[in-house]
């Protein structure tokens, strides 16, 4: 198992450090530490200007081939980029889902023509994606898929109607990747395509939802005979669960990894505050910041761990643990905020009433547990797939 990096990727560390160093200024410095999860809705177009200024750094798709603007940069060097990201405050990325989502889809299943439409947007930062998989009916069953796709034979095009619901930033986005059903007779993860669709047309309806944070991060959208292009199929019709599959590979893996620095800085605040307040002279208090600490670096060797494994993205054993460790962890601590705050932690301090950091931790980390698959979820998946135990019992067509 690696513990260390090698003197190469340190070096690759450095220069990170000092383009991020030299760039969050200026216009940029106050959206240091801003619109990650819980503050997504603060500093978009902010946001968006810094993904251009990070595409004049070639430091958007950093994965990518060079052959489409990326630095084909090794999975090392990609948790070094979001390591020091973190460590630098970069802003929460809007570019996110197409950098480590659409492209390498893209890159892995797509065509020549799909790739030299979309890529280079997304390399460029200035065309935003978002992800239309779940709906009201399937979430965690992603395969009980309603939306339908049906081809035009008329104009040529792909017709899509149905509802997808919790789909983060939307409302922000120029394209979202959906998957339809294109086969009404079929069922289950058969008959189904993976569509790349434009948002701005009048078959779209995008309605924010309102979270119990406040904010409105992400949406109900609503397909009412939109179009996309033959073209803007990934895959052939009927292969949209292959693709759709080999994405979530990609969302499980090294996006992921440089949280782990946010967590850092998130229960280092902690600390702080548990010394100013006093709480850290409650036993149980030190006990639980300890059993923090002890489960952040658990989860860094875990990470290296899985570094130790194949490059080919797919999910090693111990990926398989990653989701659900890190995400009760992070609940964990949002709960050891709200106790380290006291009786604080139920007060706002005046209009508008805006959650402070801690309190929007709190509530967010609650999600944490629920988005890119639920922890009962994930213990199903760690039970069948990497203990080998037996299938949970299906229903009928599964
Ligand atoms: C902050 C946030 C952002 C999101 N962003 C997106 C996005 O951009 N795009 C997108 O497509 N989706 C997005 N989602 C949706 C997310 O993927 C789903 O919420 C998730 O897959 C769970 O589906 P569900 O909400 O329908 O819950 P359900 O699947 O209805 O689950 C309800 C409960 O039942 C449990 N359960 C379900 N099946 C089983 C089982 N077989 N065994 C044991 N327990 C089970 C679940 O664990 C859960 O506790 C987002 C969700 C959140 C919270």
Redesign the pocket.
């Known amino acids: 198992m690696k513990l260390t990096f090698t003197r190469e990727d340190e070096l690759f560390r450095d220069e990170v450090a000092t383009w991020l160093d030299a760039h969050l200024r200026g216009d940029f410095a106050a959206i240091r530490y801003r619109g990650g999860?819980g503050d997504e809705h603060h500093f978009v177009n902010e946001r968006k200007a810094w993904e251009r200024k990070l595409a004049d750094g070639r430091w958007t798709c950093i994965g990518w081939p060079e052959a489409w603007g990326g630095r084909a940069a090794s999975i090392e060097q990609q948790v070094i980029f979001h390591e020091e990201y973190a460590r630098a405050g970069g802003p929460g990325r809007m570019g996110h889902?197409g950098d480590t989502l659409t492209g390498p889809t893209l890159l892995a299943f797509g065509t020549k023509a799909q790739k030299e439409k979309y890529l280079p947007g997304i390399r460029a930062g200035r065309e935003f994606w978002?992800?239309?998989?779940?709906?009201?009916?399937?979430?965690?069953?992603?395969a009980a898929i309603r939306t339908r796709a049906e081809l035009d034979e008329a104009t040529g095009q792909w017709r899509i109607n149905g509802q997808?619901?919790?789909?983060?930033?939307?409302h922000e986005s120029d394209f979202v990747f959906v998957l339809a059903r294109v086969d009404k007779d079929s069922q289950r993860h058969h008959g189904l395509g993976f569509f790349l669709v434009a948002l701005d047309q009048p078959g779209v309806t995008i309605r924010p939802i309102n979270?119990l944070t406040g904010t409105a991060?992400?949406n109900e959208v609503y397909f009412d005979d939109a179009v996309c292009g033959t073209d803007d199929m990934v895959g052939a019709p009927g292969e949209g669960w292959k693709v759709a599959m080999g994405l979530l590979g990609f969302e499980r893996g090294v996006s992921t990894l440089g949280q782990q620095m946010l967590f850092q800085t998130e229960l280092d605040e902690i600390i702080r505050i548990a010394r100013d307040n006093g709480a850290a002279k409650n036993p149980e208090i030190r006990q639980r910041i300890a059993e923090a600490h002890i489960g952040l670096r658990t989860m860094r060797y875990n990470s290296m761990r899985m570094l130790s494994g194949g490059e080919d993205g797919s999910l090693s054993r111990e990926a398989m643990i990653y989701k659900l460790y890190w995400s009760s962890w992070h609940r964990n601590l949002g709960k050891l905020a709200m106790d380290v705050l006291g009786p604080e932690a139920e007060l706002l301090e005046a209009a508008p009433y805006e959650l402070n950091r801690l309190q929007s931790l709190f509530l967010?980390t609650r999600?944490?547990t629920?988005?890119?698959?639920?922890?009962?979820?994930q213990?199903?998946i760690i039970a069948e797939r990497a203990l080998g135990m037996p299938k949970?019992p299906r229903g009928q067509g599964r």
């Open positions: 999860p889902i978002s992800q239309g998989y779940s709906e009201p009916g399937a979430g965690s069953d992603l997808k619901v919790w789909t983060s930033l939307a979270q991060e992400f967010f999600a944490d629920i988005y890119g698959g639920t922890n009962q979820i213990r199903n949970e």
